[in-house]
Nanobody
Framework: QVQLVESGGGSVQAGGSRRLSCVVSGYTTRNHIMGWFRQAPGKEREGVATRNSGGSTRYADSVKGRFTISLDNARILYLQMNSLKPEDTAMYYC???????????????????WGQGTQVTVSS
């Protein structure tokens, strides 16, 4: 049974940093595609960053140069968020795909395992 458990959310002032963690269990990270997504109130869930087993990454334009996705010991997926902006406020989700068919996709429907989310609030 695949389980993804996020942590690290909280409140931060604009310009600050935050690191989100996602502990992964029951998932074979070989040939994996894993990513971070977010959803703000009244908005659709959007892809933030994704990473494959080869270490290649892809980022949404809105976070390029500010966010970094990484994987530690194939069991903890991180999202380092720097220079945070109020528009980064959202519930952040960790996700994993059972197939790498779609490559480095930021489309939420391509992922079939999800965590419960962790809230990040950025104040101006």
């Amino acid at each position: 049974q695949v389980q993804l458990v996020e942590s690290g959310g909280g409140s931060v002032q604009a310009g600050g940093s935050r690191r989100l963690s996602c502990v992964v269990s029951g998932y074979t990270t070989r040939n994996h595609i894993m990513g971070w997504f977010r959803q703000a109130p009244g908005k659709e869930r959007e892809g933030v960053a994704t990473r494959n087993s080869g270490g290649s990454t892809r980022y949404a334009d809105s976070v390029k140069g500010r966010f970094t996705i990484s994987l530690d010991n194939a069991r903890i997926l991180y999202l380092q968020m720097n220079s945070l902006k109020p528009e980064d406020t959202a519930m952040y989700y960790c996700a994993a795909s059972s197939s790498d068919t779609w490559g480095l996709t930021l489309t939420p429907t391509r992922y079939n395992y999800w965590g419960q989310g962790t809230q990040v609030t950025v104040s101006s």
